[in-house]
């Protein structure tokens, strides 16, 4: 996806643009691709049986990385000027649960793989020239902008995957 050679030492934005993605949304790709980059360096020792452990109440890790997924689906739903599909209703309702092909920390990592991935393939089709088009978030119809959607995603993605890492170092310390 990028055009600059993918050093560990360089964050996914220094990398140089993301392929096929208007420069207007290169943040954006940035932010998404730098996620999953993350979760992955953050969960590769995590055990599967501290996926749903909540020190403190805190968000489980199988919560983040559920929520993580479903954001990127639903806002870019939104953006895209649809509205919320029963499945992704229910997927809502059941984040931070344990449930059929969300078992293990590979299959959560997987499934915000292949979501971010989605999603960078929308950024690809997208025109410019739409972006402040408006757009509608949830049933209450709150006004926003495609590209006010696209760069919440972003940074929403990015706030979790801070809380991600404090759960994950604290069920570790704790296990």
Same mark, same amino acid.
């Given at each position: 996806?990028?055009?600059?050679?993918?050093?560990?030492?360089?964050?996914?934005?220094?990398?140089?643009?993301?392929?096929?993605?208007?420069?207007?949304?290169?943040?954006?790709?940035?932010? /998404?691709?730098?996620? +999953?980059?993350? @979760?992955?360096?953050? %969960?590769?020792? =995590? $055990?599967?049986?501290? &996926?749903?452990?909540?020190?403190?109440?805190?968000?489980?890790?199988?919560?983040?990385?559920?929520?993580?997924?479903?954001?990127?689906?639903?806002?870019?739903?939104?953006?895209?000027?649809?509205?919320?599909?029963?499945?992704?209703?229910?997927?809502?309702?059941?984040?931070?649960?344990?449930?059929?092909?969300?078992?293990?920390?590979?299959?959560?990592?997987?499934? /915000?793989?292949?979501? +971010?991935?989605? @999603?960078?393939?929308? %950024?690809?089709? =997208? $025109?410019?020239?739409? &972006?402040?088009?408006?757009?509608?978030?949830?049933?209450?119809?709150?006004?926003?902008?495609?590209?006010?959607?696209?760069?919440?995603?972003?940074?929403?993605?990015?706030?979790?995957?801070?809380?991600?890492?404090?759960?994950?170092?604290?069920?570790?310390?704790?296990?």
């Amino acid at each position: 996806m990028q055009n600059k050679p993918t050093s560990p030492n360089l964050e996914v934005w220094q990398r140089g643009p993301v392929e096929g993605v208007p420069p207007l949304l290169q943040p954006v790709a940035h932010a /998404l691709l730098q996620t +999953v980059e993350e @979760a992955n360096k953050y %969960l590769q020792d =995590v $055990d599967d049986r501290l &996926l749903w452990e909540r020190p403190a109440g805190m968000a489980s890790v199988g919560f983040h990385m559920q929520h993580m997924a479903g954001v990127v689906d639903r806002l870019f739903t939104y953006a895209n000027g649809q509205p919320l599909r029963e499945e992704q209703l229910a997927y809502l309702k059941l984040e931070g649960t344990t449930r059929m092909g969300f078992e293990t920390v590979t299959d959560h990592i997987r499934h /915000l793989e292949w979501q +971010v991935g989605a @999603a960078v393939d929308v %950024l690809r089709q =997208v $025109d410019e020239n739409q &972006l402040t088009d408006a757009r509608f978030l949830g049933r209450q119809r709150i006004p926003t902008t495609q590209i006010g959607l696209f760069v919440h995603t972003a940074e929403h993605l990015q706030r979790h995957v801070g809380q991600l890492l404090v759960t994950v170092k604290w069920v570790q310390s704790i296990n």
